[in-house]
């Protein structure tokens, strides 16, 4: 495997879409790995900071509809 961007030996990969990266071009961002409702019926959720991010894949703000699935 090489760096998704310039082909030297990777790093890591991509928490988001699993591109490898070196570490000259490997970034990093939030995400959000688990909601649950907490106490007093509040909704909660766990994000985690700095994971690996390739810097090409496109995370999105807002959940996308798949009615599809159903």
């Known amino acids: 495997m090489k760096c ?3 082909e030297e030996e990777p790093r ?10 070196c570490k000259e071009h490997l970034k990093t961002m939030s995400t ?3 909601m649950f409702v907490g106490a007093n019926n509040v909704p909660k959720g766990l994000a985690v900071a700095n994971v690996v991010w ?4 496109e995370p999105q703000p807002e959940p996308i509809s798949m009615p599809e699935l159903y």
């Open 4 to 6: 998704w961007h310039c």
């Open 12 to 21: 890591a990969a991509c928490c988001f879409c699993g591109r490898f990266v």
């Open 32 to 34: 959000l790995i688990s």
């Open 54 to 57: 390739c810097g090409e894949c």
